[in-house]
């Protein structure tokens, strides 16, 4: 059986994948383009996840979260005039910081309600949002 077929290799998350040696990796295209921006690389499929799902929302200004990941983490609106490396970063530093433990990722509350607490905002130093 190959590698790429076992169960660890596959998520239940959209935009991430596994490498061989099991680091979580996330990378996303620029609309438009035919650039592809690299997210990073995680400990955790939940980090990956969270980068991916900052970067998606950032990008393409979905009208619902629920194509994500992770809906309940995201702001229903954010400025679209970001640039592709502040997005970057910004999910770069998302995904770290779940991996570092610094969100709780794992859908324990956090006293609010039952939402993580992260904002997206939290990640774009600088931009306003809408």
């Known amino acids: 059986m190959d590698y790429r077929d076992t169960i660890e290799t596959q998520s239940k998350y959209k935009g991430i994948r596994r ?4 680091k979580w990796v996330s990378e996303i ?3 438009g383009t035919r650039d592809r921006l690299w997210l990073g690389s995680f400990s955790t499929a939940e980090g990956a996840a969270v980068a991916h799902d900052v970067a998606f929302y950032c990008l393409h200004q ?28 910004a ?3 998302a995904g770290m910081a779940v991996d570092a433990g610094i969100v709780n990722s794992d859908h324990r509350t956090s006293g609010d309600g ?5 904002s997206v905002y939290d990640y774009l130093d600088g931009h306003n949002h809408v």
């Not at 490498?19 to 099991?22: A, C, E, F, V």
């Not at 039952?114 to 992260?118: D, H, K, S």
């Open 19 to 22: 490498r061989k040696w099991g």
């Open 62 to 89: 979905p009208n619902s979260l629920e194509s994500l990941n992770f809906p309940h983490l995201l702001p229903p609106s954010i400025a679209s005039k970001t640039s592709p490396r502040s997005i970057q970063q």
């Open 114 to 118: 039952g939402a993580l607490n992260i």
């Open 29 to 31: 295209r620029v609309p």
């Open 91 to 93: 999910a770069s530093n």
